[in-house]
Each structure stands twice: as C-alpha cells, then as structure tokens.
Nanobody, 108 residues
Framework: QVQLAESGGGLVQPGGSLRLSCASSSSFRAVGWYRQATGKEREWVASITPGGSTDYADSVKGRATSSRDNAKNTVYLQMSGLKPEDTAVYYC?????WGQGTRITVSS
C-alpha cells in the first residue's frame, strides 16, 4: 500500500526555519502541501509538479520553498521567517493520498 509520511515539524521561535519532508513508498506525481490550524479549515500552502515547478499561497510566498528529490521519492517544504500564524499541522497530498501530518508550532 502506497503511503505518504511527513516529518520535520517541531517547535520553533518566530523568525525560525524548518524543513518538512514528505516521503512516498512510490514515485510521486504533483504534490500539494496543506496546513490546518486548530479550529480552522485545511488550506493549501504550496504545490510542486513532477518537473519541479512550484506555486505558493500568498500567505507563505517568499518564505516557503518546495523542492523534490525524485530518486528518493521525497518532496520538501522549506519554511523560513516563521510566524505564530504558521502554527498548524502540515500535510502533503499527491492527489490521492494524504499523509498523517506533521505539526509546526511557532512560539517564543
């Protein structure tokens, strides 16, 4: 069974950085990153195509960079300049499957 697994979340101070990973047991197609804060709806954050083209939500544009290593079946989301409002569970989605999520908490 193909699975997605996110990792890399954690507690970080405002202004800090984290790199999230999304690993698949098979090759990826396009992958989207989403996040869900407590009490809020899940929202799209970023997308990366199989060729590496990216797109970002306005809320993270300039602070987020998505990349992929197709040889490792892994997609990354580098987040910098983190703000308290970035606190959420972050998920990857390949159009069929969701990962289990990894939490980013931004707090001093």
């Amino acid at each position: 069974q193909v699975q997605l697994a996110e990792s890399g979340g954690g507690l970080v101070q405002p202004g800090g950085s984290l790199r999230l990973s999304c690993a698949s047991s098979s090759s990826f197609r396009a992958v989207g990153w989403y996040r869900q804060a407590t009490g809020k709806e899940r929202e799209w954050v970023a997308s990366i195509t199989p060729g590496g083209s990216t797109d970002y939500a306005d809320s993270v544009k300039g602070r987020a960079t998505s990349s992929r290593d197709n040889a490792k079946n892994t997609v990354y989301l580098q987040m910098s300049g983190l703000k308290p409002e970035d606190t959420a569970v972050y998920y990857c989605f390949d159009g069929v499957r969701w990962g289990q999520g990894t939490r980013i908490t931004v707090s001093s």
